[in-house]
């Protein structure tokens, strides 16, 4: 399986919003809501951000929203601050019972 | 809290097999089904494996398959992989995480908590 289409990168200047996208097919986000979004800062371990297309785990600051449409999810950073510069991917359950992710998007604050 | 710790990476040759292990801790480990993925250098997150909360079922990415086998020991809060026929493409980080909800099955599948990773370097 191909990996889910992201943008290479995609910058904001401060207190702006931004908008990630991630686009798969009906056999992953297009067929569930499971649709996850990850966070990553150099040299840590992801961290889930979002979960079920629009869920955030406790902790996760509410700047950070997820949506769905056909097959394509949406990660949004509103409110961008320096600290959201990082690494974000998202992933789907498939229907082969699996995950998948994708290339990742380099999120740099100006 | 929620920790994983995996172990067993280095540098092999070629066509040699490795088994890394994930050691847990902070939660009910019987409870949840864990994962492996991996980034290989200058790549994205590519997940390799899920093993469910009582160890019945198994799925792996086309990849791997054949090559890579998920196991656990439930009295021993370990997960493993076990990698055969090592290739250089598989030179990368593996990480172990742990499942978000618990007592799932086949479907659903959220990595939560990750690991810190184990180096693999496949090389001649």
């Known amino acids: 399986q191909s990996a889910l289409t992201q943008p290479a990168s995609v910058s904001g200047s401060p207190g702006q919003s931004l908008t990630v996208s991630c686009t798969g097919s009906s056999n992953d986000v297009g067929g569930y809501d499971s649709v996850s979004w990850y966070q990553r800062h150099p040299g840590k371990a992801p961290r889930l951000i979002v979960y079920e297309v629009n869920t955030r785990p406790s902790g996760v600051s509410t700047r950070f929203s997820g949506s769905k449409s056909g097959n394509t999810a949406s990660l949004t950073i509103s409110g961008l601050r320096a600290e959201d510069e990082a690494d974000y991917y998202c992933s789907s359950y498939t229907s082969s019972h699996s995950v998948l992710f994708g290339g990742g998007t380099k999120v740099t604050v100006l | 809290q929620v920790q994983l710790v995996e172990s067993g990476g280095g540098v092999v040759q070629p066509g040699t097999s490795l088994r890394l292990s994930c050691n847990v801790s902070g939660f009910t480990f019987t409870s949840y089904g864990l994962h492996w993925v991996r980034q290989a250098p200058g790549k994205g997150l590519e997940w390799l494996a899920v093993?469910?909360?009582?160890?019945?079922?198994?799925f792996s990415a086309d990849s791997v398959k054949g090559r890579f086998t998920i196991s656990r020991d439930n009295f021993n809060n370990t997960l493993y992989l076990q990698m055969n026929s090592l290739r250089t493409d598989d030179t990368a980080v593996y990480y172990c995480?742990?499942?978000?909800?618990?007592?799932?099955?086949?479907?659903?599948?959220?990595?939560?908590?990750w690991g810190q990773g184990s180096l693999v370097t496949v090389s001649s």
């Open positions: 995480a742990k499942d978000r909800f618990p007592y799932r099955h086949t479907s659903g599948w959220v990595p939560d908590y």
């Open positions: 093993i469910s909360y009582d160890g019945r079922n198994t």
